[in-house]
């Protein structure tokens, strides 16, 4: 696509319940990027992924948290048992390869909200 | 502590004036990136700094790295409205492993 694409824009759910978040990066872009962007914070690094794979998944903030990508194209967050303080914006972005001095791209993010 | 520094954290100013944002790094930059974030969008990218000394203008926005300062400059010329939003800078330093890590953003309101 013309630029990175996130599903749902907006989601609110009950406290406990799983929810599943979706990035289409730019065709072609190799590596792909989650992050996390709370009230008041700067954006808090997730995981990154390298073609299908993800080799840091360091900033996971717990174990609630995964992601997968299929076919070096579109990337899954999903957040199991919710809870309020996972209510954020959580942003993807794509770049041509990963290494120094390539720009990212970013979509418009989701915002999730945990009731 | 956070890695990245942003000042000031939010600002204010008059239609027509100039102001400066600053970020600094505790550590070596690599790479210096600054975007734009207006409420419920996504962020916009706005320069690429690779070496020490380099700056970059576009339209009213000047941006400067100062790598022995490990610090950068983001520079308003006459703002406007249009300018009113975050400003986010995103630097690769020492140990980042090719991701970004941010500043907390600098909030910039411009009154008519």
């Known amino acids: 696509g013309a630029g990175v694409s996130q599903s749902p824009s907006n989601k609110v759910t009950e406290k406990g319940k799983d929810v599943e978040l979706r990035c289409d990066p730019i065709?072609?872009?190799?590596?792909l990027y989650w992050y996390r962007q709370s009230l008041g914070q700067g954006l808090e690094f997730l995981i990154y992924?390298?073609?299908?794979?993800?080799?840091?998944k360091s900033g996971l903030p717990s174990d609630r948290f995964s992601a997968e990508r299929t076919g070096g194209s579109v990337s899954t967050l999903t957040i199991q048992r919710t809870q309020q303080e996972d209510s954020a914006v959580y942003l993807c972005?794509?770049?041509?390869?990963?290494?120094?001095?390539?720009?990212?791209?970013f979509g418009s993010g989701t915002r999730l909200t945990v009731v | 502590s956070q890695e990245l520094e942003q000042s000031p954290q939010s600002l204010i100013v008059q239609e027509g004036k100039n102001l400066t944002i600053n970020c600094t790094s505790s550590k070596t930059l690599y790479g210096l990136y600054w975007y734009k974030q207006k409420y419920g969008e996504g962020l916009i990218f706005l320069m690429m700094l690779q070496k020490g000394g380099e700056e970059k203008s576009h339209e009213k926005i000047t941006a400067k790295l100062d790598e022995k300062k490990q610090q950068s400059s983001l520079h308003i010329t006459a703002s406007q409205p249009s300018h009113a939003g975050i400003y986010l800078c995103?630097?690769?330093?020492?140990?980042?492993?090719?991701?970004?890590?941010f500043g907390k953003g600098t909030k910039l309101s411009v009154k008519p």
């Open positions: 065709s072609g872009h190799t590596a």
């Open positions: 995103g630097a690769e330093i020492g140990g980042s492993q090719g991701n970004l890590i």
């Open positions: 972005a794509s770049s041509p390869a990963v290494g120094r001095f390539y720009g990212y791209t």
């Open positions: 992924f390298q073609g299908n794979s993800a080799p840091d």
